[in-house]
């Protein structure tokens, strides 16, 4: 049943397994895998570093530090304490003067030009030609 082809094929794949040496990855295997999770490692410490000193600067920067600190709630104040600094009335408006009449409408400065008046630019006598909307050089 068998053809000569198959006994040939089947006669050099023994002959190669048997010259074949055996041996074994798994020590290769294992010594890849600790490079990759130290690299993994070590990337992702330097990517937190980095990070961190751009944020940092970032984030102080945008901290006012000419407002004053927020104050304490009225409950939380001690009772017994006066303040440190003597509160002051807030001073009145200065008083209207008595010789202007207080109106709740504005005055007008000056009344409006009559509309009979001459026009400040003269006007020419020679008509103007109308204005091509495509624009100088188009033609009709």
Not at 107 to 125: E, G, N, Q
């Amino acid at each position: 049943m068998n053809t000569p082809i198959d006994d040939l094929i089947r006669f050099t794949l023994t002959d190669l397994a048997e010259e074949a040496v055996p041996m074994n990855l798994a020590d290769s295997a294992v010594a890849r895998a600790r490079r990759r999770r130290t690299l993994t490692v070590s990337v992702g410490a330097a990517g937190v570093v980095a990070a961190l000193m751009v944020g940092t600067p970032l984030a102080l920067a945008a901290v006012d530090r000419d407002a004053p600190p927020p104050s304490a709630p009225a409950d939380q104040l001690p009772a017994a304490s006066a303040s440190p600094v003597p509160i002051s009335p807030v001073p009145p408006p200065p008083a209207a003067s008595p010789t202007l009449p207080i109106s709740p409408v504005p005055i007008s400065p000056a009344p409006p030009p009559p509309a009979a008046s001459p026009s400040p630019v003269p006007i020419s006598p020679v008509p103007i030609p109308p204005v091509d909307p495509k624009g100088p050089g188009t033609g009709s």
